[in-house]
């Protein structure tokens, strides 16, 4: 289907929670203030070629200062949920209470932000995890260390104890997928790193610092509503040829099931740790109880789909022994991505059929596209537009179908600091002139606003 009729909020089921999405490191900016202590993404900024515009994020959208505005402007749109997160280096600058104490400052901040969104009507939603691990963790093995998980642990504790009264809503790691493959395989995120190997044992304990948090947020918060947000792509083969229905196979389990089967409680896919072999992740016991743990909701990120074939050369089909297809023909958003309503619709119904949680977060959706800001003072941001409204007609299908996705969160409020692409790809329904950090609302923002105000 093509999904070109824009549906209405009226379309959607009364209780539907519309947001929209964020991450701490990508708007704050106050990158040193008020005690806050280094991420792995400060360090990683600093290095010489890693991110493309050269840019960092010591100032950023400079949320840090801004927020009422930027809150006044999420109140103004309509949405009814706010999703942030918290910057781990600003609560323990040292990473843990083993080497240094809680930074008061920083749970302040957000003590602030949190009662800016309830006094606008805003439900907070927090990440606890959005990449931004305190750089001391990393300097004792970061997510290969299980010291880590312990330390996770005790940041949860510290920050659900604080914000409980008043913070419903947790979610505990923002995808893991780009915690671990992408930043200690991939070496295209912080910390960097080539090892497959190292990117399965951190994507162990991403996991694992998951299930255990899980009760210390059930003590800590009356009525707690948690669950975990991963990045979900559907997949389809690049021919009918059993080579490539077997490669299909194995991409899905590395992408998808490696998070997924464990969070239901099937363990890792045992395809999947067949073809890793040695570099399988050392799991103790207890570890997939701890994994399993029940939450409330799936957190689904959905950006695009994906295309693969058989392809046994290690060096370009990679332990899957699978690599990635340039389907031609197709629109799509920069950064190359394929542009697919369809794909959110496959995708969800995939998830449902196969695991079949209770309910689905879509905490992420979005695309980025050049913007131009005109002599009058606006952002005519139609591709965007487009984007939106048809993957809110998808995802109007799928609820229509059964699926039950109880809330939508564009990504994002503000362009921002794109990971390593810097500044360079603008995602937000709001342009951010850096210079002068005002804030426009593009086209794309505009019609969200109608569209929730109707
Ligand atoms: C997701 C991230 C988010 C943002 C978007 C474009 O993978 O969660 O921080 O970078 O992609």
New binding site residues.
């Given amino acids: 289907m093509s999904f070109q009729n824009a549906p209405t909020r009226q379309d959607f089921p009364a209780d539907f929670r519309w947001g929209v999405?964020t991450?701490s490191f990508?708007i704050e900016g106050a990158g040193d203030a008020d005690g806050k202590g280094e991420s792995i993404w400060d360090r990683f900024c600093k290095q010489p070629g890693r991110i493309r515009d050269g840019g960092n994020g010591l100032v950023a959208c400079d949320h840090y200062h801004l927020y009422p505005q930027d809150l006044d402007m999420a109140k103004a749109m309509g949405v009814n949920a706010y999703r942030f997160s918290i910057a781990w280096p600003r609560i323990l600058p040292n990473g843990h209470l083993g080497r240094g104490a809680v930074n008061e400052a920083g749970l302040a901040f957000y003590d602030r932000l949190v009662d800016a969104m309830l006094e606008r009507g805003l439900d907070p939603w927090c990440t606890l995890y959005?990449?931004d691990l305190p750089q001391a963790l990393q300097d004792q093995g970061g997510w290969l260390s299980r010291e880590t998980v312990a330390a996770f642990v005790e940041y949860t504790d510290i920050v659900t104890r604080r914000l409980g009264d008043r913070v419903k809503h947790w979610i505990t790691h923002?995808?893991p997928w780009?915690s671990s493959m992408m930043s200690y395989w991939e070496n295209v995120h912080a910390p960097g790193g080539t090892s497959f190997a190292d990117a399965l044992q951190a994507s162990h304990h991403i996991l694992l610092s998951h299930g255990l948090a899980i009760p210390v947020i059930r003590k800590n918060v009356p009525g707690a509503d948690i669950g975990i947000?991963l990045?979900l792509h559907p997949i389809t083969a690049a021919s009918d040829s059993p080579e490539d229905a077997a490669a299909l196979q194995r991409h899905d389990g590395l992408r998808n099931r490696w998070f997924l089967d464990p969070l239901f409680g099937r363990g890792y896919p045992a395809d999947t740790l067949a073809l890793a072999g040695d570099a399988a992740p050392t799991v103790l016991p207890g570890d997939l109880e701890a994994i399993a743990t029940p939450t409330d909701f799936l957190g689904v990120?959905y950006?695009f789909p994906e295309m693969v074939k058989h392809d046994p050369d290690p060096k370009t089909g990679g332990p899957m022994r699978a690599s990635l297809v340039e389907k031609q023909g197709v629109e799509r958003s920069g950064f190359g991505w394929e542009v697919s309503p369809q794909g959110l619709v496959d995708l969800l119904a995939r998830v449902q059929r196969d695991y079949n949680p209770t309910v689905i977060q879509l905490t992420?959706n979005?695309s980025?596209f050049e913007d131009v800001l005109t002599p009058e003072g606006r952002v005519h941001d139609k591709e965007r537009l487009s984007y939106l409204q048809r993957h809110l007609a998808a995802l109007k299908a799928a609820v229509d179908a059964g699926v039950p996705v109880k809330g939508y969160f564009a990504?994002?409020l503000l362009d921002n600091f794109?990971?390593a692409e810097g500044y360079l790809?603008r995602?937000g329904l709001a342009y951010v002139d850096y210079p002068t950090q005002r804030r426009i609302l593009k086209d794309s923002g505009l019609w969200y606003g109608q569209f929730l105000n109707e």
């Fill in positions: 999405s991450s990508q959005h990449w923002n995808e780009c947000t990045s990120n950006y992420e979005g980025t990504w994002s794109e990971w790809r995602f």
